[in-house]
């Protein structure tokens, strides 16, 4: 999890100085589960403590979908994205 949440905030950070948007911290929440079937998932909270519009929430979250970790793990185990303003308390 800590390299999923590496990889995600490095990856999103990386991306918003190309396009010179101040995300301020970036908070990673991450969480696995595993049913009594076996299946597994991965929870994966991201917040900003930048005010950030819609657009950039929505593209920021497209990103995260696409960064060589969550690539990788997503092989075998379902990965569930959301992004926020504000870190949750």
Partial sequence: MAGLAACTSLTLRMYA??????LGRIDAQLRFVRDEQGVELITREIAFGAPLSEEQLSRLA???EKTPVTKTIKRGTEIRTTVSRTPAA
Avoid: A, V
Wanted: hydrophobic share 20%; with cysteine; proline share 0%.
């Fill in 62 to 64: 497209e990103i995260c």
């Fill in 17 to 22: 100085e190309r396009k010179q948007w101040e």
